[in-house]
């Protein structure tokens, strides 16, 4: 553990003035800030940034992100700095609260701001917190205060591995650029085979065309480089914050910014101990990616791009599985993990689901194991695995919830994976997958809560032998 660190949510309403235009554009920005610290008046906190920016006509991006600067008494004011995507333009907002004692409700409520692009102005705005708001005002805004516990994240992308002979262990990353829309996988691998011979380290590189053909290679297998804080081969890394590596006609280098605290889509136990066949995490709920991925002189540029990498390590590949991250927008994340496991007894269990949904700063439901090993009709889960389209649906506490995955044929690319027993499996992936989530609330019959569509942007698999 690192201390308490700080969570909490923001909407601020206005107009922008483009220039070269002769009208205001109506504005709403939904945000929501993480800092690793509480912030204290008489310094300066740098929180992160993540929200959904409107601007009438022009924008309506889900994926915006920043960084929100916190010296109230320091250097009096509250700086906001915002990335986002407008009709395929980045732009970035710029501006800050003056605070002073002589107007303090206003400058504490008006936020002046300027968009940029490329460095160059091409408009500004005016901001205002909705004091007076029953749904957007004071009152909420105070209450979606967290004051959560914070994970080393960058613990959790060291390598478990300590020797051991039959044993998986995995790093994987998918983003997706808000430009263009290609999906991007990022697959590092070690295998310790069975029967005690040397560790291999392998994986692959994938981009996914919104509007293309799938292309994809492979590096290794070769020997693992031991490292104590990620991954290493001869022409691939993968340390905390940064990605680099060479396979085919691929390079790629990228730089990782984690959005969120940490996600545990098993029971936390399972990760420390490895007890269950495997266990997965993501060091960061959400990641932001920066950088560039060359494929035959072609280059894709990320910005900004939405993503996550995720963590495995176990025995092996499970006998059936599939895979979600969905990232909701507004600093709402989905992961769901459905799998059966290879050893003989577990084999005949139903799937078991493990499913994740971090919304408003909070994650449903509270323990992380009830979905898969609770009681049936009342707590566990149920999959039905299938290509294209697979499904999870299941009920908890006053909550219930139905996951749609679609994955399209011609955006969903076959791979095949070996064991440590040198067993093969199979998995097919989509980083253009779409899925629809509907959660409903009990009030004395189920009433809907909240929806989300991803056309183009979920990340899925399903996996087989």
């Not at 299938?386 to 749609?404: A, D, F, K, N, Y």
């Amino acid at each position: 553990m690192s201390g308490r660190g700080t969570d909490f949510r923001e909407t601020l309403l206005g107009t922008f003035r483009l220039d070269g235009e002769g009208r205001t554009r109506a504005a709403r920005l939904d945000l929501r800030a993480v800092a690793d610290t509480v912030p204290r008046p008489a310094g300066t906190t740098t929180a992160r940034v993540t929200g959904r920016v409107r601007i009438e006509g022009r924008a309506d991006d889900p994926h915006a992100t920043g960084e929100l600067e916190i010296s109230p008494l320091r250097r009096r004011r509250i700086r906001y700095r915002l990335a986002f995507t407008a009709h395929g333009r980045r732009l970035t907002l710029d501006g800050w609260k003056s605070l002073t004692p002589l107007r303090p409700v206003r400058s504490m409520t008006v936020l002046p701001c300027t968009l940029y692009e490329e460095g160059e102005r091409v408009g500004v705005g005016t901001l205002r917190f909705p004091l007076s708001s029953l749904s957007m005002g004071l009152v909420p805004f105070l209450a979606s205060f967290r004051f959560p516990r914070r994970e080393d994240a960058d613990a959790l992308v060291a390598p478990r591995w300590r020797g051991e002979p039959g044993r998986t262990e995995v790093w994987y990353t998918t983003a997706t650029d808000p430009v263009t829309g290609d999906g991007l996988w990022l697959h590092h691998e070690l295998v310790a085979p069975t029967d005690g011979s040397a560790a291999r380290a392998h994986g692959w590189v994938a981009v996914f065309p919104k509007d293309g053909p799938v292309e994809h290679a492979r590096f290794g297998p070769g020997p693992w480089q031991p490292g104590a804080d990620g991954f290493g081969t001869e022409s691939v890394s993968l340390r905390p914050g940064r990605l680099t590596g060479r396979a085919g006609p691929f390079s790629w280098d990228l730089t990782e910014r984690a959005e969120d605290t940490p996600l545990f889509t098993f029971p936390r136990w399972s990760w420390r101990r490895p007890l269950l066949p495997a266990a997965q995490i993501l060091p960061a709920a959400r990641a932001t990616y920066d950088g560039t991925v060359t494929r035959d002189g072609r280059t894709l540029t990320l910005k900004g791009a939405p993503g996550a990498s995720a963590r495995i390590y176990g025995h092996g590949n499970a006998h059936r599985w599939s895979w979600l991250h969905a990232d909701l927008g507004g600093g709402d994340v989905l992961e769901v993990v459905a799998a059966v496991s290879t050893r003989p007894v577990l084999r005949a269990l139903p799937l078991l689901v493990f499913l994740r949904l971090r919304r408003g700063g909070r994650t449903w439901p509270r323990r992380p194991g009830r979905t898969a090993f609770g009681r049936a009709g009342a707590g566990r889960f149920r999959a039905e695995l299938g290509l294209p389209v697979w499904t999870v649906t299941g009920r908890c506490g006053l909550r219930r919830i139905r996951v749609e995955v679609t994955q399209p044929p011609d955006r969903t690319l076959t791979l095949d994976y070996t064991d440590p027993d040198g067993s093969r499996a199979l998995c097919r992936n989509s980083g253009t997958a779409d899925a629809v989530v509907r959660l409903e609330r009990w009030w004395g019959g189920w009433r809907p809560e909240a929806r989300w569509t991803l056309e183009s942007t979920a990340h899925a698999e399903v996996g087989g032998r």
